[in-house]
């Protein structure tokens, strides 16, 4: 049997230990956090997620308690669509399910221990090593500043996420982003209520956030925008709150080094502007497992590399991209005005399109 020593039991890592042959390794998960957490907002799961989530077999589960956000608009701040979408097979579940679900997939022969890696097992980063160890330990992945230096430390943002739920159903015309000068706002479904998430240059933190006050600087923050983002702010509580600045991981040469390799966030944390951070941890996870159980390792973790990082890293920069864009100062009247003409372009394609059928 070969070892692998999965350091990290988040979305990455618990995906990881559900899908790897149990005839064939003999895994370890290391993770710092005694219980699943009770705290948690949603994330958008896309197509290429739900195929992840259908290979480790839980698809089914996940949809049940997930709902479809299938059509919504981008707006400006006012909530004035420019462009609405419909027809998306996207579904919000939240992390807590997600990661409850993905806990119960992974076998009775992965051993489990709690406790904080500060420093992989020497000569991980050589490809003699007898172990796999593999970094599934988030943004500020030990793995990651042991195997691949402390310069790969994770990079402060500018950016603080505020993020909520409200227990009264979502307005359907409501639901989307909104952009206004310099901040950001959201509105989605989730099976408890509303999901809502607000984004803006903030000095707060990066540690320590308090979210009561946060959640009073947002509210003053959204006043003079749209009625719809007034109205969900009225119902946000402390309680079902979080507030936290955005890290991102530097872009590496390589996610393999020697006998350690990276998965999730420990390789490419990216700013939330696309919701693809985790969809992208859990196509890590089964395209590794997949190749180690079918490849020699070496191959295996070639191949993954090879087809992971470029995606990932351009993920990555696309998403920082429309981040800029979203949260936009000086050039906000522009965008605005190039959004506004798109929108009408986009419509009458549409109409164009109908007419001619
Ligand atoms: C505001 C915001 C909104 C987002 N929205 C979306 C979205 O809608 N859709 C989407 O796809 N993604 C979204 N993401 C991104 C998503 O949260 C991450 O990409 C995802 O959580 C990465 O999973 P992971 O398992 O790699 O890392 P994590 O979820 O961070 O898990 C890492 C695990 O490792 C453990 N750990 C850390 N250090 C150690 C250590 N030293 N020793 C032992 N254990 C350790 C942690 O306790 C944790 O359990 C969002 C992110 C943010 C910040």
Not at 111 to 117: A, F, G, S
Not at 230 to 246: F, H, K
Not at 279 to 299: H, K, Y
Request: proline share 6%.
């Amino acid at each position: 049997m070969e070892s692998i020593s999965i350091i990290g039991g988040g979305i990455a890592g618990l995906a990881l230990a559900a899908c790897l042959d149990p005839d064939r390794f003999e895994v370890t998960v290391t993770e710092k956090r005694p219980e699943l957490p009770v705290v948690g907002t949603v994330l958008a799961m896309w197509p290429n997620a739900q195929r992840a989530l259908e290979t480790v077999g839980i698809l089914d589960d996940v949809r049940r308690c997930s709902p479809a956000i299938s059509s919504g608009a981008l707006r400006d701040a006012a909530g004035t669509p420019w462009v609405s979408f419909d027809d998306e097979n996207v579904v919000g579940v939240s992390r807590i399910d997600l990661l409850r679900l993905l806990d119960a997939a992974v076998p009775d022969s992965v051993r489990r221990i709690t406790k904080r890696v500060d420093t992989v097992p020497s000569g991980a980063e050589l490809p003699s090593g007898p172990e796999l160890v593999v970094g599934a330990d988030g943004v500020h992945s030990a793995v990651r500043r042991s195997v691949w230096g402390p310069h790969t430390g994770a990079r402060l943002t500018p950016y603080l996420a505020v993020r909520g739920v409200v227990p009264v159903p979502v307005n359907p015309d409501h639901v989307g982003e909104y952009w206004g000068r310099g901040d950001l706002f959201g509105i989605g479904p989730i099976a408890t209520g509303t999901l809502w998430f607000a984004g803006y240059r903030s000095g707060l933190g990066p540690t320590g956030i308090d979210v009561a006050s946060t959640l009073e600087e947002v509210r003053l923050r959204f006043a003079g925008h749209g009625p719809a983002i007034r109205q969900v702010l009225a119902g946000a509580t402390p309680e079902l709150s979080l507030a936290q600045r955005i890290w991102r991981t530097p872009l590496l040469r390589s996610y393999v080094r020697g006998n350690a390799v990276l998965i999730g966030d420990a390789a490419h944390a990216m700013t939330p502007n696309l919701g693809r951070g985790a969809c992208e941890s859990l196509v890590d996870a089964v395209t590794l497992a997949g190749l180690l159980n079918t490849r020699p390792r070496a191959e295996a973790l070639r191949t993954y590399d090879r087809s992971r990082r470029l995606r990932t890293q351009g993920m990555s920069l696309a998403s920082s991209a429309v981040g800029r864009v979203a949260l936009a100062e000086a050039a906000q009247p522009l965008r605005d005005r190039l959004l506004a003409v798109a929108g009408r372009r986009k419509a009458r394609a549409a109409v164009v399109s109908g007419s001619s059928r």
